[in-house]
């Protein structure tokens, strides 16, 4: 005798009417994210340190609230997730890059606060978050795919990219049913990215137009719009999505 596939429930869901904390949504990835939560319906709370920046992207989107808050400052992300009003149903996290300087070059100091930040600190955001979320919500960091290939100035960076997915899937067995993932990044053309590259930007938008697998440079769109699948598709925990247009496959 065959038996008939259990049905299983509906694995997507909708952003509208949830509340959606941003954690660096003043700029860039976390920006776009919290536009694109907005237009599916989402009420948003939005964090990073330059209050100016921070108002600028609340009117736009028109958030429920925004907060100052750096990502360096332990107290201050319990102090951020205690004080927020009601229960949250998703936290993006986005924040600082790895500083990038080669091995004889690094400043400890800059190196030592970086790792903080992206691995300890996620560990905080997600102790912090875990008592506000309702069950089936999200948890997702973004990191990156570029530093998976050993190369000059890379080294603090890769070690953010090998702990980042290993702290995600550690925290979806340890904090269930709370969902956590991460997006891994390749180049997007955000302000980070022209702040870093300054004069070099335009040659390196074209050698990706050139080279990437996708013939085009990824934007902050591309990422957010995994971001916002990872909210709502409750099948998903534990996982590392790479957005990165095929760069990591290209010598
Ligand atoms: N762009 C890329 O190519 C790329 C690739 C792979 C991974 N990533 C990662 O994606 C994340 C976002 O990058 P992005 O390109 O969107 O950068 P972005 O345009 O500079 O935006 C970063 C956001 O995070 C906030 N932020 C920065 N440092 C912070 C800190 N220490 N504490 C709290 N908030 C902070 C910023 O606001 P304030 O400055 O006002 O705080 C801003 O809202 C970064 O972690 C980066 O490493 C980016």
Do not use: K
């Given at each position: 005798m065959t038996t008939a596939p259990a049905t299983t429930a509906v694995s997507t869901g909708s952003l509208a009417g949830q509340i959606v904390v941003v954690i660096g949504g003043s700029s860039g990835i976390g920006l776009e994210t919290a536009r694109q939560a907005r237009s599916a319906g989402a009420e948003l709370i939005l964090t990073g340190r330059n209050r100016a920046r921070l108002d600028r992207a609340r009117d736009e989107i028109k958030a429920l609230s925004s907060a100052t808050l750096d990502l360096g400052d332990a107290a201050a992300i319990e102090f951020f997730f205690s004080g927020l009003p009601a229960d949250?149903?998703?936290?993006?996290?986005?924040?600082?890059?790895?500083?990038?300087?080669?091995?004889?070059?690094?400043?400890?100091?800059?190196?030592?606060?970086?790792?903080?930040?992206?691995?300890?600190?996620?560990?905080?955001?997600?102790?912090?978050?875990?008592?506000?979320?309702?069950?089936?919500?999200?948890?997702?960091?973004?990191?990156?795919?570029?530093?998976?290939?050993?190369?000059?100035?890379?080294?603090?960076?890769?070690?953010?990219?090998?702990?980042?997915?290993?702290?995600?899937?550690?925290?979806?067995?340890e904090l269930a049913p709370m969902r956590v993932n991460a997006i891994a990044a390749g180049f997007v053309d955000t302000p980070l990215s022209a702040r870093i590259l300054g004069d070099a930007l335009e040659g390196r938008r074209a050698e990706l137009r050139?080279?990437?697998?996708?013939?085009?440079?990824?934007?902050?769109?591309d990422v957010a719009a995994v971001a916002?699948?990872?909210?709502?598709?409750?099948?998903?925990?534990?996982?590392?999505?790479?957005?990165?247009?095929?760069?990591?496959?290209?010598?």
């Open positions: 949250i149903d998703h936290v993006f996290v986005t924040g600082g890059g790895p500083p990038y300087a080669g091995i004889l070059d690094l400043d400890f100091d800059e190196a030592l606060r970086a790792l903080d930040e992206h691995l300890l600190g996620s560990l905080r955001i997600a102790r912090a978050c875990a008592p506000r979320l309702q069950t089936g919500g999200s948890l997702t960091f973004v990191t990156g795919t570029h530093a998976r290939r050993p190369g000059i100035g890379l080294s603090i960076a890769a070690i953010a990219a090998v702990g980042v997915p290993a702290i995600v899937a550690n925290a979806a067995v050139a080279t990437l697998p996708i013939r085009r440079v990824v934007g902050p769109a916002i699948h990872l909210m709502t598709n409750t099948a998903v925990t534990g996982a590392t999505f790479d957005v990165d247009g095929g760069q990591q496959l290209i010598p």
